[in-house]
């Protein structure tokens, strides 16, 4: 499963080691096979060792076969892929994510982690995106990967949102100061390539362009933030009013 | 020097890929070697090709073997490993980071990228950290290595400084809202490793700790986020109110 072509053959993908493989066996997703340690599965609770279809028992060997890791686990789940399509009705009553061929597995796995801790349900990933169910993806994102929901979504879908009212962000390097801008709570924020930025077609649908000053005013700095770290700041911004 | 026990000895490290490389060039960094493409080299300025200390002309072949990237890049450069110390009038004056054992060479790097937009000059780095010039590193790092001042440090670095006055805020799943705390501009903020956060010692020098508010509060969310994206967030925090 470390191979894309077999992911989408088998509609499976792998979780690996004892935090995420216990979320995952927590989680609505369907756990096709448990593979473990003896000892591990001896103190897993009964109740979620009924999750998975299937278990086996492993040894260290055996493991490190399996694992995509270079220090394996005590664990390795194979999951479901879970089929999300672009719920406008969900899409239209929240905060989400379009992601612009975000490239980098592990800074896809990152946002997903992050738009978990501040109740973004769905990602929108456009095609030319790492895969959301890549093992490094999957190990970035942690526990995140069996909450969130990721969902394959093109310009259309951009613009079907736009044109029903919601209201479009996008992360730029010019633009309006994100501190000073008026954030709605109903709204996509779109997110760029990590070289590229925010394609030309994706650019010319957004409503408010938002950028993060840089500090001192002014001064060299690095041309841009990691694209996971200015997703974290964004989304830490568009949440903050309406903590309690 | 894709190992650290060479980095060491010869005190130099790999900087690779246009960008970088010409950041490299243009900073007070002393480049010993520059491999390149020819092409490359004629189109690099000649003030820029006059700091290496030796340029080598090298073809694709070359290239693929000197990089430690999977696709290899137009160029690699060998520089000198700056030795900076802990400047307690620097650090006195400033906001800094210490990094208690963050162990991954991409949240480092990233880290030290956040730092460098953020106008923090000073990352400390403890024993256990990521060497700051391990080529993982150096990549997520990109022109920032070039900047941002990376130094040893210990417990006693930190006792120092607050015994000095200096304010200390740690990054912790609880205590004070971030977003409602003061926040000096003279400070040091502490980062803790990606499973265990900032360990006792830190911990117990830690005047203020700050979390991060997951949203809607109360739900099952992610257990932490990732300590760059949480590093981004209180940095953007810390440097919000200072903005014109």
């Given at each position: 499963m470390e191979q894309r072509k077999y992911r989408c053959r088998y509609r499976l993908f792998v979780a690996e080691g004892d935090k995420i493989v216990r979320e995952a066996l927590a989680s609505s997703l369907t756990v096709e096979c448990l593979m473990a340690k003896e000892e591990w599965l001896r103190q897993l609770p009964a109740p979620l060792r009924a999750k998975a279809r299937e278990t086996l028992t492993v040894n260290d060997r055996e493991l490190a076969q399996i694992s995509t890791l270079k220090t394996s686990n005590q664990t390795v789940a194979l999951l479901q892929i879970p089929e999300y399509d672009t719920d406008d009705k969900e899409l239209l009553s929240d905060l989400s994510l379009y992601l612009d061929k975000v490239q980098n597995p592990g800074n896809l796995g990152t946002i997903i982690r992050i738009a978990d801790w501040f109740g973004i349900r769905r990602v929108m990933c456009s095609e030319g995106c790492a895969d959301p169910y890549n093992p490094k993806t999957v190990q970035s994102a942690m526990g995140a990967i069996t909450r969130v929901k990721t969902c394959p979504a093109d310009i259309t879908t951009l613009q079907r949102l736009k044109s029903a009212g919601l209201q479009i962000y996008g992360a730029f390097?010019?633009?309006?100061?994100l501190y000073r801008s008026d954030l709605a709570s109903q709204a996509v924020i779109v997110m760029g390539n990590e070289s590229q930025g925010i394609g030309k077609e994706a650019a010319q649908l957004i409503d408010k362009r938002l950028y993060i000053p840089s500090y001192?005013?002014?001064?060299?700095?690095?041309e841009s933030l990691n694209v996971a770290a200015a997703t974290a700041i964004i989304c830490s911004e568009f949440r903050k009013p309406h903590q309690p």
């Open positions: 390097l010019q633009g309006e100061n001192p005013a002014g001064t060299p700095s690095s």
